[in-house]
């Protein structure tokens, strides 16, 4: 069982950055498949980034030079940068971690842009 537990959410004009941290439970974090999901209301999840335990990191066309996904194996930690924030990015944003063939998700933290 891995445990995520993410922070970093709230409201930020349009333009402006948030950095979105999870930090996952277990020793074996560097063997995991780390990723970020989004849901706006009314509107199916989305694939926001994902990297993998070696560190290749993939984007939807919609964050793809906005926002950065990394990893910190010592910290158990994936980040998401999220730059030049758009209305349309509002939404709550969910951890994911891909364990062999397994998925497990964190609790959400919700992201509004808005001025």
């Known amino acids: 069982q891995v445990q995520l537990v993410e922070s970093g959410g709230g409201l930020v004009q349009p333009g402006g950055s948030l950095r979105l941290s999870c930090t996952a439970s277990?020793?074996?974090?560097?063997?995991?498949?780390m990723g970020w999901v989004r849901q706006a209301p009314g509107k199916q999840r989305e694939l926001v980034a994902r990297i993998t335990p070696y560190g290749i990191s993939n984007y939807s066309d919609s964050t793809k030079g906005r926002f950065t996904i990394s990893r910190d194996n010592a910290k158990n930690t994936v980040y998401l940068q999220m730059n030049n924030l758009k209305p349309e990015d509002t939404a709550v944003y969910y951890c994911?971690?891909?364990?062999?063939?397994?998925?497990?998700w964190g609790q959400g933290t919700q992201v509004t842009v808005s001025s």
């Open positions: 277990g020793s074996s974090f560097r063997l995991y498949a």
């Open positions: 994911n971690a891909h364990v062999v063939i397994t998925d497990y």
